[in-house]
């Protein structure tokens, strides 16, 4: 989820911690439990930084071990530390435990957005994403805000945010239903589907689709369960070539493939040089395919440049590759 999101959501379960008689009857513990919750679902996405170095480190270890079942049990510990310093009179179990339910449902979250995380590591690095839930769900946050607001002006923060909860999980309950009606609906249009993803948008009944059949692929959007098609692409194997496995070397290809389970390539050969492009087929925004991964090479298949990650415009993407002048 989005990081505003994830804040509402620290907020209302430190609302829920007063139902613990022990955060209940101290001031200090309910403050201290407030910061640790907050912290505690803020504290797996610190691997953010990591765009600061490069795009491919990102792509490659976003949501990875951060998110892993090491890290949830590890996320407390720092926090817990911090917050005894600075609430010394704090019960110590009951702040770890709440902290620790924080640091949970920031990971739990996460597994049903299209992007996913590797929430299994270290058992499996399969990245687990359900997809029923965008990033930023405009319901899901309005409703954390309306419930805060209701905790704000007088309403018992544990029957609000009970309820608040239990909207959510049958809001989640229908997210899945609908996503399994335009799954039926894509099969129906597409018998030979071998490969189906199903993202979800900002709006309620409108979902992404990458569609994989034995011969093509497809990419288009389910609008109130009628599938509509973009694109179609032949699905034609990446080769096995010189120059194929050169661009494979490539630290951003490299983070790409590991990342993006469905793409088509290009080959494109210029007076000076060879360009190798890899584009995700989940992410089509207004014509464009914006998640890439582009090499270029010389003839002795040396590498030039390249890059990964989201561009909007074939000219900023040029940009990116040094083709015009920043």
Sequence with gaps: MDTGTHIAMGIAIGGLATLDPVVASSSETATAVMA???AGSLAPDLDTILKLRNNAQYIRNHRGITHSIPAVILWPLPILFVLSLLFPGADLFHLWLWTFLGVIIHVFVDVFNAYGTQALRPFSKKWVALGVINTFDPFIFIAHVIAIAC???????????????????????WRFYEQRQVANAVRKKYPDVEQLIISPTMRLHHWHLAITTKKKFHVGRAINKEVVTFDSF???????SDVIAAAKK????????SFSPVYRWEIEEYND?????????????????????????????????????????????RKKLDYLPN
């Design 151 to 173: 905790w704000a002006f007088g309403t018992s923060p544990g029957p609000t945010f009970i309820t608040l909860y239990a909207i959510i999980v049958l809001y989640y309950g």
């Design 36 to 38: 640790g919750v907050i």
């Design 250 to 257: 490539d630290k951003n290809l490299s983070a790409f493939l």
């Design 234 to 240: 032949d699905r034609v194997p990446v080769p096995d």
């Design 273 to 317: 040089h060879i360009e190798v492009r890899f584009i995700d087929l989940r992410y089509r925004s207004k014509d464009y395919y914006p998640f890439v991964a582009v090499v270029q090479l010389d003839y002795d298949l040396n590498i030039i440049c390249s890059y990964t990650g989201w561009i909007f415009s074939e000219k900023k993407l």
